[in-house]
């Protein structure tokens, strides 16, 4: 149960998630969620790229199906057990997304200096 939800339930009826106040039409939501991100994909070359780099990645692994074949063919595996090796990829993936929440974690603690107004770097006054 949300933490909202909680204050309601105790009796706060002012208590919202900032998603429930956020109200947008199905336009609006079209916009923000494939319409931007499209022409990022399209207008940003790094983006172009990690989207290249990930599909070969991917690629390779699923639909060249080069996991099943080294396994069942070089390592006689049973036929039943090619797709095992496939967990060692989950894990593999997982065991990369724990380090990147701990790192989000500590650099969004540093401080951005502030922008002042009318200088063109930030942190620098007059």
């Given at each position: 149960?949300?933490?909202?939800?909680?204050?309601r339930r105790?009796?706060?009826?002012?208590a919202?998630?900032?998603?429930?106040l956020?109200?947008e039409?199905?336009k609006?939501?079209?916009a923000?969620h494939?319409?931007r991100p499209?022409?990022?994909f399209?207008?940003?070359?790094?983006?172009?790229?990690?989207?290249?780099?990930?599909?070969?990645?991917y690629g390779?692994?699923y639909f060249?199906?080069?996991?099943?074949?080294?396994?069942?063919e070089?390592?006689h595996f049973?036929?039943?057990?090619?797709?095992?090796?496939?967990?060692a990829?989950?894990?593999?993936f997982q065991?990369?997304?724990?380090?990147?929440k701990?790192l989000?974690?500590?650099?969004?603690?540093?401080?951005v200096?502030?922008?002042?107004?009318?200088s063109?770097?930030?942190?620098?006054?007059?």
């Open positions: 149960m949300g933490r909202s939800k909680k204050l105790e009796g706060n009826t002012k919202y998630a900032a998603h429930e956020k109200h039409s199905n609006q939501f079209f923000s494939l319409r499209s022409a990022m399209l207008r940003e070359p790094i983006i172009q790229g990690a989207a290249i780099w990930t599909f070969l990645a390779i692994a060249f199906e080069a996991y099943p074949v080294v396994f069942f070089q390592h049973a036929l039943q057990l090619t797709g095992l090796p496939f967990f990829m989950v894990i593999g065991l990369a997304a724990w380090p990147y701990i989000v974690r500590i650099f969004t603690r540093i401080p200096p502030a922008r002042q107004s009318g063109g770097k930030p942190g620098i006054g007059p």
